[in-house]
């Protein structure tokens, strides 16, 4: 790890300006200041010099270099880049609403990947959202479900996707099974359970206040697009600005620090499923809305998905570091790769080789920058 | 004679930072060269160069009278150099034989042959009197120092003219030195070269020949006797004073103080059984015992991070839940952890976030975190306990080791606790962080904290702990007050009934 050995030169302990051995003895009172020695400001200032030039921090520019938005600038270049091919390619690209198609389509996954996000930052994998989605759209369009009406059915969709949440949670915390291996059990047999409620037939939304939540629009934008910015927004403020998140960070940067400095690792863990659940849920009932019916079929390879635009929005598959805003913008550039695609009557054959070729290719770029930046 | 390696005028940099800075030195056939200097001072690096894992800005390598230039780890090795690193680049899932073969197995077209492998581990291990590690073991279920044994025969598999190790006494018990000693007598007799680097200077003076001290990068001194130097004189020479580290003079424990910390009876199925102690406020209590003595799994059961089998842990007369790290946290205990890397820090995460991590709900409010407030906090008390750099967003692993043990103490110092317990709290460290650890152990047992203490280093446990328990084979088999005790009673103590010399 070449980060690593930068260490030495710069942060060794100052010689000079340590305390002289046979002081302070036990007794004596807090050792808040270093001695004044004449030598100890020298070394000190060499020290805090070397360490402000190898970590441009604290600055605005650094600051912003830091954020999400700034972490990600290959992944906006890249957005960016799309757009310009989308707007010499496609006369209606640039239109009001061509972009607004874009956003309502990233809306049902960007959900999901706000959940997922947060999963894998917490240092695990969920590969059970695309069918925990479809389970949760079968329940909620039952014949039974729909004759309660839509608050019901909003409180259904969110309990099933909350409630196989809370099964991997628990499975993975205190069964100690690998998250990979109980999400993909999920996966199958949430995929089972949606076949054998729903007789894999598609149920018909009747309700016309679920059907309406994908056709109503707010000054002019799309309901769902006000939805996924709402959950966009909540979930940024819950990684970034509480102890949740915090908590979430140090459990998948290190489970065993996390543990040994008091952290209920296990009850986190099972909370980050269960979020992630609550987020399938809220995407059951807008895909539930879009297509106007609960399948067992939807949601299909959607944790691919979502699991691409959270590595390609730069986090770390092991846990740990993350950003939110670099998901979304995964989401982004995929849900742009589509349109583009789509405007120009181009294969989805090829669309799949683009996407593949741009995961890697964002990786590549992102782990240069990280390399060059770190040191 | 002309020496092995030559190195002149070495310098690296990283971003920001002049790693090395003109570094000389030589490296004879047949001896072992001690490499000296506080961490920091650019061992480490130094090591990656003439591993070939870093290539140096400028100077020259001069290996057997031809200049060398090694781009990669591979080359280092095709020209005889071998590495044991500090931290074992083992593979854990591999077996004993499998990982000293690793990049060389024995193959015959392409098919590896096993056996071969095997009996050749086999001769390596008995060679290194380590004729009980079977071959076939999975490294990942090796004790540290097994681990270390393995990493010496895969340097011996290679017919290595050069062997550089990194601290390899760190994590094994004074037999086990013994015999490392002697495998280095024997491999310097036939003209390999050894650099040698340790913190203890007792070893320096045991098996090594000559000394290079290196100091904020630079050569500071090459080619000292390594037996004739005084002590003193190397001292200054790494630290630019002249002290040696000494102990801060402690009060006398108050006898009639209250007892905070009462465990009784405490077991574990296969580490340790029946294992009682008090500790008052105020009070350092030190556990002596060999590695694998059972030592840190009693700090650790204790603290509820392993599930007692049976037996009781009680803080201030309350019953504490068994198993249970945040009941233990609630109740006022702290632990400093034996490997600070990966049990203590979020190495990528700021000072600040490590510093606040047990404290987190006292920074929020409603769930939303107080930034402002936690910085301010974490900074106070990492001013207190002078770390540096004092820049407290910078992420944690670019500190240096003894800086980064003063973060995991902050931690315990921001909450604030009754118990305090330390697993090896110097290791790794240098000697100006260590005095300053030692004096803040005394100054927190001096406000009240009752201070559990767990350290290989004997005169470390004299010199901090009020009364000592020496811990063998899982059992507390003796205990007294330190100063009825001396380094050559405890280990006379902590051996008894292990075959040795």
């Not at chain 1, 972009?99 to 894998?120: D, R």
């Not at chain 2, 790494?238 to 009639?256: C, L, N, Q, W």
């Not at chain 2, 407290?392 to 800086?403: E, F, I, Q, Y």
Request: glycine content about 10%; aromatic content about 4%; proline content about 5%.
């Amino acid at each position: 790890m070449s980060d690593h050995s930068a260490a030495p030169g710069v942060t060794g302990t100052a010689p000079g300006a340590a305390p002289p051995a046979s002081a302070p003895p036990a007794s004596a009172p807090p050792a808040s200041a270093p001695p004044p020695a004449v030598p100890a400001t020298d070394e000190r200032g060499r020290i805090e010099k070397a360490a402000r030039a190898a970590e441009p921090r604290g600055s605005t520019l650094g600051r912003l270099l830091d954020s999400g938005v700034g972490r990600n600038l290959g992944l906006v270049a890249v957005l960016v880049l799309l757009c310009v091919v989308g707007v010499a390619t496609a006369d209606t690209f640039a239109t009001t609403s061509n972009l607004l198609t874009i956003l309502t389509s990233a809306s049902i996954i960007g959900v999901i990947t706000v959940g997922v996000t947060f999963v894998i930052i917490g240092g695990g994998i969920d590969l059970s959202v695309g069918k925990v989605m479809a389970l949760a759209s079968v329940w909620a369009t039952t014949v039974a479900t729909q004759s309660f009406g839509p608050v019901v059915m909003v409180f259904c969709a969110l309990a099933v996707g909350a409630g196989a949440g809370l099964v991997n949670g628990l499975l993975i915390a205190y069964g100690r099974i690998v998250p990979f291996i109980v999400t993909l059990a999920m996966l199958i047999s949430a995929q089972g359970l949606a076949e054998r409620i729903s007789g894999r037939r598609s149920q018909i939304v009747t309700d016309p206040t679920i059907a309406a939540i994908a056709t109503t629009r707010l000054l002019g934008i799309p309901l769902m697009v006000y939805i996924f910015a709402a959950v966009v927004a909540v979930g940024w403020v819950l990684l970034n600005r509480t102890t949740f998140g915090r908590r979430t960070f140090a459990i998948g940067g290190n489970p065993e620090a996390a543990r040994l400095a008091g952290l209920d690792v296990r009850r986190h863990t099972i909370a980050l499923y269960v979020l992630s659940g609550l987020c399938c849920g809220i995407a059951a009932i807008m895909i539930a809305s879009l297509t106007t019916t609960g399948s067992s079929t939807h949601g299909t390879l959607y944790e691919l998905d979502a699991i691409a635009a959270v590595i390609i929005g730069g986090t770390l598959l092991t846990g740990g570091r993350g950003t939110l805003i670099g998901s979304i913008l995964g989401v982004l550039v995929f849900t742009t790769i589509t349109n583009l695609f789509v405007l120009n009557n181009l294969e989805t054959e090829i669309q799949n080789i683009a996407k593949g070729v741009i995961i890697v290719i964002a990786v590549l770029i992102q782990t240069r920058a990280r390399r060059s930046s770190s040191g | 004679m002309t020496p092995l390696l030559t190195m002149r005028g070495i310098v690296k940099e990283f971003p920001g930072v002049r790693a090395l800075d003109g570094v000389d030195l030589d490296v004879d056939a047949g001896e072992v060269h001690c490499l000296l200097g506080q961490n920091g001072a650019g061992k480490s690096t130094l090591i990656k160069v003439i591993a070939g894992a870093h290539r140096p800005d400028a100077g020259e390598v001069v290996l057997d009278g031809t200049p060398v230039s090694f781009g990669s780890p591979q080359a280092a090795d095709g020209a005889g150099i071998a590495t044991i690193h500090q931290e074992l680049d083992l593979v854990p899932a591999l077996s004993v034989a499998e990982n000293v073969m690793l990049g060389h197995e024995p193959s015959r077209w392409g098919f590896t042959r096993p056996s071969d492998a095997e009996a050749l581990t086999r001769a390596l291990l008995l060679r290194l009197g380590h004729p009980e590690i079977p071959p076939r073991r999975e490294v990942g279920r090796l004790s540290a120092a097994g681990q270390q044994v393995v990493s010496m025969a895969r340097a011996l598999a290679r017919d290595a003219r050069l062997i550089v190790m990194d601290e390899p006494s760190a994590v094994l018990d004074p037999e086990e030195v013994r015999n490392l000693f002697r495998v280095i007598r024997e491999l310097t007799a036939e003209g390999v070269a050894v650099v040698y680097i340790s913190h203890r200077l007792d070893e320096i003076r045991e098996v090594g020949d000559r000394v290079t001290v290196l100091k904020d990068g630079r050569t500071v001194a090459r080619d000292l006797p390594a037996r004739a130097t005084p002590t003193a004189e190397v001292i200054r020479l790494m630290t630019g004073r002249s002290i040696e580290y000494v102990f801060p003079e402690r009060a006398a424990a108050d006898p009639a103080a209250d007892v905070v910390l009462e465990v009784d009876g405490l077991a574990r199925a296969g580490e340790f059984a029946g294992v009682s102690f008090t500790v008052r406020a105020g009070e350092v209590v030190g556990l002596a015992g060999l590695v694998g003595s059972g030592r840190s799994e009693i700090l650790e059961t204790v603290y509820g991070a392993r599930r007692a089998t049976a037996g009781t842990v009680r803080v201030r007369g309350a019953a504490l839940r068994t198993g249970s790290v945040p009941a233990a946290v609630r109740a006022g205990m702290g632990l400093c952890p034996e490997e600070r890397k990966s049990q203590g820090l979020l190495l990528h995460e700021p000072v600040y976030r490590n510093v606040s991590l047990p404290a987190l709900a006292r920074f929020a409010r409603a769930g939303f975190m107080r930034q402002d407030a936690e910085i301010a906090a974490a900074g106070g008390v990492t001013a207190q306990l002078d770390v540096r750099p004092a820049d407290g967003t910078r992420a944690v692993r670019t500190l240096s080791g003894g800086n980064q043990q003063k973060v995991v103490l902050a931690r315990w110092l921001l909450r604030g606790c009754t118990v305090l317990l330390l697993d090896e709290p110097t290791r790794g460290v240098d000697v100006g962080a260590r005095s300053e650890i030692y004096a803040l152990v005394r100054r927190l047992a001096a406000e009240g904290v009752a201070v559990v203490l767990v350290s290989s280093e004997v005169p470390e446990v004299l010199g901090l702990a009020d009364r000592v328990l020496v811990v063998r084979e899982g059992r507390v088999v003796h205990e007294a007050p330190a100063c009825d005790l001396d380094e050559a009673r405890v280990l006379d103590l902590v051996m008894e009934g292990t075959a040795h010399v």
